[in-house]
């Protein structure tokens, strides 16, 4: 992203940033059903001598403030969110060794951006205090689909946290109670299952968003693959004892970048997509969130893919370079990059088709393996966890050579932003001259984060460096220093839970790398099969090659320890192989773990004062009631409510609408705030008086029943003085021809 953005580009405003910144720095039950669960004394009957796992399965609702909070992806300061298209979830499955339960671990899919290290410090200490013994630091990863669409304002570094202007506690807390939930309730239904696993080949789901970068990989390691991203989709499936599936975990590289920076709707960009698409049409008859099949749909190695398909084009009106592709080393139309945007394949109906479009090919790729062939998946279940420090980790290269990883930093090409989300001003990606850089910049720069040093430029060389963030620790960290170190295994299926965003051909050598070290070391036989998962549990930005990082496009400037970062991560991963292995002893060595920052943690967003209803009108009243003729499919039913702020009451596992069927004489809910064909949109119109209005709209969707509905709008208001309280608005009812 740009200027604070993590995957597209900055629209930072430079003169705001210093003076922000300078302003900012002026029970029992739960005891008892875990034991029962890590028992070995017949834990769950009979069964458990047959079965090799212990399968559990949960959904959770982490939507945060869905109005007046930046959204998290883009570092737009103008991206702030006017209301919702789809809640946001964390899906967790955990998978116990039966014949040993307490060998288990707990992956956790969130609908967020990236994990990070405060948040999941909190849903370890609750997840441990609730399961002792169960659920430890060691086994439990927290990894985002990397979409970015969704509440900001989490991340416990300073950086990611400026464009939200600082800390947002209500976001961050919405993430651990609907995080610990889905675990709490995958810990409750651990039944005995079995595991499989396949893979399917996904054409039309992304592209290499830096193919020049990506040529600059050696020309014989290149000729090894057939596209210039993984077009492959690995599918974990989850079946009970008696082979029905139960859920699946699936794992493909492709951005969540299909709604752009100019949506302001929450939603869960195309893997919360798929995920919806899985699991509404193997029980289509409950509402969101509250399915008992749990699709996962986890990022891979996503660091240069992009799902805009058709490409990056200039949209420069009444410029000669008009429609044209971007300019293919910097991505520039006419010098700048501000008019250079990828087009997903349904961008000339909406951002929102060809979001479906995308989501939509992962969900029937994974369809595919789920009804095909796959191989059974058996053995061990281990974990194994460790820190990091990043700054200056020295260590060998296979050729011997000692090197060593730097202090974080950003490049001027981070500023460039991506044709998923460009930046701004003369930034531009491909930037690594040695010449000096805009003398502007350099001022500017040096006012925002401490100067480098002449050994940090040597360290980060070739990255002209723009955001000095390693050394940058007032009002707290900018950037993290110490990362997650974490693998799974299963059997012979081991996950990479990997701190940061790596690109194809990272990606490919680390995977490469892993396995053969599985293998010779004699941890798993040639079966073995390897996948990444991230970004998780620390966002430590990307992760290229170092090919690419001398090119230095948005990715090369965003891999923010120098040019080393993959050696080192390779280094240290597969030194941990051997504490997967079956016999696997001792406690491996670690760095200490990162120091705390939230209770730091600054937050300049203001809190709602209070709500009022227009005079002679209450809470919930219509102002715009739905049509009186028939309404066919295709069509937009909407209605507009007098409203309150939807930050008095996040209604996690609720909604803040619903579609209402009238069958039998009594009102039904057939849809919610979590389908995608519903929108709800919030609208400010008085700060002074307190006023706001509600918009509900539905699309009719193909299929759809005819009959009589209505939409309902559930709200809660905030006095001057007293508590908040919720009240309804339902709209007259409308016929469906």
């Known amino acids: ?47 458990v001598a047959s079965a090799q796992y212990l399968l559990g399965l949960g959904i959770g609702d982490i939507t945060g403030p869905v109005v007046e909070t930046n959204m998290m992806g883009y570092a737009s300061l103008s991206q702030t969110d006017t209301g919702l298209h789809m809640r946001e979830r964390s899906r967790a499955f955990i998978v116990a060794d039966a014949s040993n339960p307490n060998d288990r671990i707990v992956f956790i899919n969130a609908d967020i951006a990236m994990g990070d290290t405060g948040v999941r410090r909190s849903i370890v200490a609750q997840l441990s205090s609730q399961f002792p013994g169960l659920y430890t630091n060691d086994n439990i990863a927290f990894v985002g689909t990397h979409q970015h669409s969704g509440v900001g304002g989490y991340l416990e570094n300073l950086l990611p946290q400026i464009t939200s202007l600082g800390y947002v506690k209500q976001t961050a807390d919405a993430i651990v109670a609907g995080t610990v939930k889905a675990v709490q309730r995958a810990h409750a239904n651990l039944a005995p299952g079995k595991l499989s696993v396949g893979n399917t080949t996904i054409l039309d789901a992304n592209i290499n968003r830096s193919p020049t970068a990506y040529l600059a990989n050696p020309a014989a390691e290149r000729a090894k693959y057939q596209f210039d991203q993984d077009k492959d989709m690995t599918v974990l499936r989850f079946d009970d004892a008696s082979g029905n599936a139960r859920g699946l975990l699936s794992f493909f590289a492709v951005h969540g970048t299909s709604l752009y920076n100019n949506n302001t709707l929450v939603s869960a960009d195309n893997k919360g997509m798929a995920a919806f698409l899985y699991e509404s049409s193997v029980e289509p008859s409950s509402m969101p969130g509250n399915t008992t099949f749990v699709a996962g749909f986890t990022q891979a190695n996503v660091g240069d893919t992009s799902p805009n398909t058709l490409g990056a084009f200039c949209e420069s009106p009444g410029k000669p370079y008009d429609g044209l592709p971007c300019e293919a080393d910097h991505s520039t139309c006419g010098g700048t990059v501000e ?142 220093s110490t990362v997650d170190i974490q693998m799974f295994r299963v059997g012979n299926f081991v996950m990479l839970i990997m701190p940061g965003e790596l690109t194809t051909m990272a990606g490919r050598r680390i995977r490469e790398a892993i396995r053969a070290k599985l293998i010779s070391s004699g941890v798993l036989g040639s079966d073995a099969y390897v996948v990444l998962a991230g970004p998780a549990n620390t966002y430590a930005h990307y992760v290229t090659t170092r090919e690419e990082y001398g090119v230095q496009r948005y990715e090369g400037a965003s ?40 209770s730091k943690a600054i937050s300049l967003q203001t809190a709602v004062v209070f709500d009022a209803a227009p005079i002679g009108k209450k809470f919930g009243d219509v102002l715009s009631n739905v049509n009186s003729t028939p309404y066919s499919t295709g069509q937009v039913v909407s209605a507009q409510f007098v409203g309150a702020n939807p930050r008095n009451n996040l209604r996690l596992e609720g909604t803040f609408l619903s579609v209402e069927q009238l069958v039998s004489g009594q009102w039904a809910a057939v849809r919610s705030d979590s389908h995608p064909s519903t929108i709800f949109q919030w609208n400010r119109t008085s700060t002074v008086l307190g006023t706001s209005t509600v918009t509900i709209s539905w699309t009719i969707e193909n299929g759809t029943p005819t009959g009589t509905y209505r939409l309902r709008y559930f709200g809660d208001s905030k006095p001057l003085i007293g508590s908040i309280s919720s009240f309804t608005g339902t709209s007259a009812s409308f016929t469906i021809a």
């Open 339 to 480: 008019d250079c945007h990828g087009r997903g394949p349904g961008f000339r109906i909406s951002d929102f088709e060809s979001n479906r479009i995308i989501g939509d090919a992962q969900f029937r790729a994974a369809q595919q393996v789920m009804a095909g062939s796959r191989t059974p998946v058996s053995g061990g279940v281990k974990s194994v966890h460790v820190y990091l420090q990043m700054s200056n980790h020295t260590f060998a290269l296979p050729n011997g050579t000692t090197v060593q990883t730097c202090p974080a930093a950003m490049g001027f090409a981070f500023a460039g932003g991506t044709t998923d989300g460009p930046g701004a001003f003369d930034f531009v990606q491909g930037d690594n001259s040695s010449t000096p850089q805009n003398p502007f910049w350099e001022i500017v720069k040096g006012a925002i984060t401490p100067p480098p040093s002449a050994a940090q430029k040597a360290c980060q060389d070739p990255k002209p460096i723009l955001l000095n963030t390693g050394y940058a620790h007032v009002p707290y960290e900018w950037a993290p």
């Open 1 to 47: 992203m740009p200027l604070l953005s993590y995957h597209s580009a900055l629209p930072l405003d430079f003169w705001n940033l210093p003076q922000r910144a300078f302003n900012a720095m002026t029970g029992l039950v739960w005891y008892l059903t875990a034991f029962l669960a890590s028992s070995t004394l017949v834990p769950y009957g009979a069964q």
């Open 559 to 598: 891999t923010i320890f120098g040019q080393y970062t993959l050696e080192a991560y390779i280094d240290k991963y597969t030194s941990l192989v051997p504490f997967l292995a079956d016999n696997a002893s001792g406690i491996p060595a670690s760095d200490a773990p990162p120091a705390e920052q939230t």
